[in-house]
């Protein structure tokens, strides 16, 4: 079944590759995202299996955390074994509860949805803006005058009567989310905003660490994200005191006492060991090093593609400085996304579509939502490209 569209699309795949190919001769393009090891990993994560301390009390999460204090303005940092549970607790800290709704974008990873779900809530989908791929500022503030209804408790969806207790913001694939103007819409609700950073470890918007604009951010440290811990993630919270309860809800809420088990809340087993902490250690180091290798990627990339037609490299927003997680072209609307995705993979190109948006997923498609026009369409036109360090150099 090889519709004329499809041939075109083929073609424009095939051509992409080899412009790639000819950029990159020596790197291997075969995975979107490898991690690179080039510091003190190994010595780091002997020190730790040597000391006998490889779980969830010991030195290197307590550096790792203080290491990322120093690089989020000296913000408090609860570090966690992934960072969904790190959205989970973050949600947690804003005042998600129970059979609240909470918005949040379609286009994001689906641990972004199911934090919230992990808080007994459901995700209400509303749309983002193509310039920077985050909740539409202005949409946003239209959608939410017509559903919320202010009570005594807060902020109710009028046609669901659930109450709204939160917004997550998603800086999607490192480039900064316009924190400012979103809180300037959500700010007269009273509605808290959480930051779901997990891509935007080392970016920066307007002199800023990505991730300290608002109350709470959640971070990442899987094995595909720009630091790796192996799994792991990171609450930053402005509030040192939110950030003492959620480290105690990370760690069964068990009261400190030289043997006496007691537990003074249904608490998680979320504590980042240390032995992912000592890599993590290692990679931190290696951050600002990273971030300069993968900035240098879109240049070749736009060297690599200008005068291929029919495609558009992303770039960061104006004012922003961004780690850019993933490098991402944008396809012209005729074009067949998976025509074009089956040509880079057959020669080699370890390419990836957006994420399914969430309203598609079985387990969401019935989430109350906004329109999501734009999500739609970036879902048919958007390809990540390999973008590890290694690519670089
Ligand atoms: C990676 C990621 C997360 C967290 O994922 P974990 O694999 O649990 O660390 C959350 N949200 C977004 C947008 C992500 O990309």
Known sequence: MSSLNDVKSRALGKLVASKIKQEFPVANLGVLHEPVFRGRELDYTRQCIESGFVSSVG?????FEEQLSLRFEGRSVVATNTGTSALHLALIGAGVNEGD????PAATFVATANAVRMCGAIPHFVDIELSSMALDTQLLEEYLSDLLEPRLEGQFNRQSGRRVSAVVVVHLFGHSAPVKE????????ALPLVEDAAEAVGSIFHARPVGTSSALAALSFNGNKIVTTGGGGAVVAESAE??????HLSTTA????PWEYFHDMPGFNYRMPNVNAALGCAQLEQLDLFVEAKRSLVGRYASALGDVSDVELVTEPSGGRS???????LLEQSHDLSAVLGALHEEGIGARPLWKPLHELPMYERCPRSPLGVTESLSGRL???PSGVGVAA
């Open 59 to 63: 030195e290197f999460v307590n550096r």
């Open 101 to 104: 709704e909470v918005i949040i």
């Open 182 to 189: 979103i809180l300037g819409v959500i700010d007269p609700y």
């Open 242 to 247: 939110v950030a003492r309860l959620l480290k």
């Open 254 to 257: 068990k009261k400190p006492h």
């Open 323 to 329: 780690n850019y997680w993933l490098q991402t072209i």
């Open 383 to 385: 390809i990540n490209l």
